[in-house]
Every structure is written in C-alpha cells, then in structure tokens.
C-alpha cells in the first residue's frame, strides 16, 4: 500500500533523498521537470501551440524554467516565460535553472504587478508559482493574478501542486487558487486530491515518479494510504483443491422490504459472485418468487414482524441494512444481532437502513461488534456522527469513530476511505461516475459480506470489496456511459480470478 505523505514529509523525503543518494538538488529538480515534460507532451503534442508557462522564484519556480527549457527542446518554440516576482527570496535551484534558460532565446517576461498579466496569447498555461510550499492562504498580488488567470479560461496545467491548493487539511471554501485542467505531482499524489472539494483546483491529477527514496517514503509515520492492485493480488487467496461449499463460508444478507426487493437481489447476487460458499437471503414472504426466479442458488429465510435470527452462529457473516425499510421490528432484530454477534464473534456488516436505524439509537455503537464494518454514504455518515463541512472534518471523524468503536467504517465516495479500527485510512482508487446509480451500494455490501464469510479479516474485505467493486466498474465504463448494479455483479467474479490469476 502505498504512504501518502503531507508536504512537509515530502520535503523530508526530498532532503533524504539528496543527503543519501547520488543525486543533487538540481538534477531532482531536472528529474521533475522531465516527468512532467513526459506526460504534458503525451497530452499536448502540437509543438505550435502558445504555451505561457508562469514560475514563482521558489523551486516550484524553479521546476517551471526546467520544463519551458526541456519544451523548448522539445520545439515547443512559441513558448513564453513570466517570471513572478512578488517576492525578494529566491531558491538556489531556481537561480541556476533562470541561468540556463538565459542561454537560450526564450522570451522571459517580468511580473511585478498583477496587472502585467493581461491580454496575453496563449492557448495553454503551465502553473508553476507557488507548489507545496505553500503555507499561508493566497492573498494581495498573488490573489489577484491567481484571478486574472482563472479569468482568462485557458487550459491549465499545474506543476506539482495548483497555486493556493493546500496539499492536506481542510480545503477552505470557496477555493480561491488556480483552476487547473489537470495537476502532474511528484511521486505520490497530494491527499487532498482525493476529497470532493479539489475538483474546484484540478479536474485530474496524475503522478509522476521522480526518483526520491521509497524506502523513506514508505516507512514514514502517516494515517493515509492508498491501496494499489498488488495489495489485492496479495490478499486473495486461491480457491483451493478438494474444496467445497462449506469452505467459503456462509453469509446472511437481511435486506429488502415490499417496494425494494431489488436491494436484497443485489446484494445476494454480488455476495454470490464474490465468491461465498452459500448465501441466505432474509427476505420478507412478498419477495420469495423473485428470489427464486432470479437467484435460485440463494436460499431464503422468510421474514416476517416476529423474526429474529434462529442460530446466528451458522453464519461467518451477516449483513444487514440493504433496502430493509426503518421500523421497530427491524430495530429489534438490529438489536438481536448486536447482541448475538457479540456472542459469537462474527463479522456484522451495516448498510443503508439499518445504519438509518442507528443514527436513531445512538446506544448501539458503543454495543457494536469489534470488527463490525459499517458502510456509509456522506448523507448516512453525517445522520450517525453530525453534520460536518468539509470532506476532510468527515474523514477526521471517521478515522476517530472507528478507532474508538473498534470498527471499520467505509465512507463511500468516488474515493472511498476505509478507516480502520487501528486507526488508519485506507483510500480506493478505483471507481468512476459511470457507476453513480441505484444499487451500487448494495452491491459493495454484499462483496464485503461474501469476503467476510470466506474468512478475510474486516479490514481485508473491505479493502478487497471496495477495490474489486470499483474495478469492476471502471472496466464495465470503458463502453459505457452508466454501468446498473446487475451488470456490475455479474462482473465480480471475472474481477476476482483476473487479479489471482487462478
Ligand atoms: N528538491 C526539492 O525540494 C524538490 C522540489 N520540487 C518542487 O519544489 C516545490 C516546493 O518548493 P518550495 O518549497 O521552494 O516552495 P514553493 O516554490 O511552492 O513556494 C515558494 C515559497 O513561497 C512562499 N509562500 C508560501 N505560501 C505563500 C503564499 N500564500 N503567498 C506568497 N508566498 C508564499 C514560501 O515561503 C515558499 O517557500 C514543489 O512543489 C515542487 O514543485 C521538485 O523540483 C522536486 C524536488
């Protein structure tokens, strides 16, 4: 998994890495220029276009001459230079990269004041005035330019980091720095990339290696990682020889209500293809012909006011929530389960209106299960833990909660965070908006129950669940414009074999 470091660890690992290993501060900053001169020509290789490429006088500054002179190279020719010069400092690196681009014929244009910047002829901006340094909120000259060029709705591309984006912490709103198109960053993308509110500072962001010391990286101390498709490889295990049903364990899926069955066919479906010996469905009378028609492999636990779960320790999990409707009855067999699972120490799995039902009975968090995994979205969160207004506030409150419950707590988003009972969050990448639709979530419940089942840690299933959930769905989105539920649980199993490759 990979350690996702704040700004000032990456600086950290940028000393490490010139004090250990045979590279000088200027060739790293001639490496990051030439990762990004990579991927800025894949995505713009008509060498003709105007490219006005801005430098701060930091190393952010300093990486904006490095890549105008390897453009330049490269015949980008109508390319122009403005040097920002609001401020007095300037970095060494900077200075030797501004000596070099004096050497060429490259147009360089001072900055003094914001107004300089107006009316120019460009079809692409490089941002490169301000990058992780940033320690204070954008105010006076650098505002005001800041403005000027969002003004001018060019496309934008920042390097490293948009100027006036904080790397980590909360996002202030509304956000005030450079709207780039896209963010080419070094080494490991910045945290705050993943929470909602970057997209008023970047729409994409890539990463770009640069050669800093993994190893520093990796062991640094942090709370955020993110998960990469060797971490899932890893986890999987094959199914073996000389197995049967009883191997893969058992799951209980109590979902659905009259009006939505369908909840309850998804999560059993997606339970089904991710892999768990037997599924049973705890369904109300009414559904029973669909579930037969439709899933004929699940079996059925008809439920009715008066059901309470007869012999919970059969099953290796048992999810609930999906669909199921909010009542008293539902809150007493809630009730019932916590209880029982706590007996029998086995994986509960809280979904959709069961997780309706707690935000009512505050109680029964404290009475939760150790390892229960409760799976909300931002709406389901703020009803149980408060509203709050920012991403990062949520994700704060999630990371807590989860280690003081002694549960895992999925907050589901286009980045899912995964917050561990040892206190660490764990982001998914995979996932796009194809799959923003009805069911989506029951599906991801029934893939965390089926893992549970088979006898994945909670943290494993969800952290297997979530990725296989969204991977699915990014390979269904490469034809399509919306990826349904059903089509996505029926993918699972592909998912599944082509990552253990057996
Ligand atoms: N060896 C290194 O340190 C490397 C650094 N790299 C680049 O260096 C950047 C970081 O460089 P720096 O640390 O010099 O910082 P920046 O170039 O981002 O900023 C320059 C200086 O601006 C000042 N500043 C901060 N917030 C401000 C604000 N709101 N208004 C006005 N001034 C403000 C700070 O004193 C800061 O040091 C990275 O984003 C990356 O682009 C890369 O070249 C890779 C190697």
Redesign the pocket.
């Known amino acids: 998994m990979q350690t996702l470091l704040t700004s000032v660890q990456m ?1 950290k690992a ?2 490490y890495t ?1 004090a250990n290993k045979p590279i000088a ?1 200027v060739d ?2 001639e490496q ?2 030439k990762s990004f001169v990579k991927n800025f020509i894949r995505d713009e290789p008509d060498a003709g276009k105007n490219i006005a490429v801005l430098c ?8 904006g001459l490095a890549i105008a002179y390897l453009l330049l190279g490269a015949g980008y020719k109508n390319l122009k230079v403005y040097l920002v010069n ?2 007095a ?1 300037k ?1 060494d ?1 900077y200075t030797i990269n501004l000596q070099r681009l004096e050497e060429t014929r490259c147009l360089k244009i001072k900055i003094d004041q914001p107004s300089a910047f107006k009316n120019i002829n460009a079809d692409l901006i490089i941002d ?1 005035i ?10 006076g000259d ?1 505002l005001e330019l800041v403005a000027s060029i969002n003004q001018l709705n060019k496309k934008i591309y920042a ?3 948009p100027t ?1 984006f904080f790397a980590e912490g909360k996002i202030p709103a509304p956000y005030n720095g450079i709207k780039a198109y896209k963010t080419i960053c ?1 080494q490991r993308p910045k945290i705050n990339f993943f929470f909602p509110e970057s997209v008023a500072a970047t729409a994409h962001f890539e990463v770009a290696e ?1 050669g800093l010391d993994e190893d520093f990286i990796q062991k640094s101390t942090t709370d955020f990682y993110l998960i990469e498709k060797q971490d899932v490889a890893e986890r999987l295990k094959p199914r073996k020889i000389f197995s049967h049903k009883g191997t893969y364990g058992h799951a209980l899926i109590i979902a659905g209500n009259t009006n939505t069955m369908g909840a309850a066919l998804l999560s059993s479906m997606a339970c089904l293809y991710a892999g768990a010996g037997l599924t049973t469905a705890c369904i109300p009378q009414s559904g029973l012909t669909a579930l037969n028609a439709v899933l004929p492999e699940v079996m059925a636990l008809p439920r009715d006011e008066y059901t309470r779960i007869e012999n919970p320790a059969k099953y290796q999990s048992i999810a609930i929530g999906p669909g199921l409707g909010v009542s008293i009855e539902n809150e007493r067999l809630l009730e019932s389960l916590i209880a029982n699972n706590i007996a029998n120490n086995k994986v509960l799995v809280i979904d959709a209106d069961a997780l309706n039902i707690v935000s009512d009975r505050q109680d029964l968090l404290d009475k939760l299960p150790v390892n229960s995994i409760l799976t909300p979205h931002m709406k389901e969160f703020d009803r149980l833990f408060g509203e709050h207004e920012s991403w990062w506030d949520r994700v704060e409150t999630a990371k807590n909660k989860a280690r003081e419950l002694k549960i895992v707590i999925v907050l589901k988003n286009q980045f899912t965070f995964i917050c561990t009972p040892g206190g660490k969050v764990i982001i998914n990448p995979t996932g796009n908006a194809a799959m923003a639709q009805g069911g989506m979530g029951d599906i991801l419940t029934g893939i965390i129950a089926s893992f549970a089942a088979q006898g994945y840690s909670s943290e494993d299933a969800a952290i297997l669940a979530c990725y296989i959930h969204g991977r699915a769905g990014d390979d269904l989105a490469k034809k399509r414009i919306v990826v349904t539920a059903s089509q996505l649980a029926k993918r699972i199993s592909k998912e599944i074999r082509a990552l253990t490759g057996s």
């Not at 701060?56 to 990486?63: E, P, T, W």
């Not at 301000?130 to 105010?139: A, C």
Request: glycine letters at 18%; charged letters at 20%; aromatic letters at 8%.
């Open positions: 600086r940028d000393e010139i501060s790293l900053m990051a220029a701060g006088k930091g190393n952010n500054g300093g990486d609001f401020s400092q970095s690196d490169a301000l990058g992780s340094g940033l320690n204070k909120p954008l105010k650098y390097v490293d980091a006036g070094f640069i």
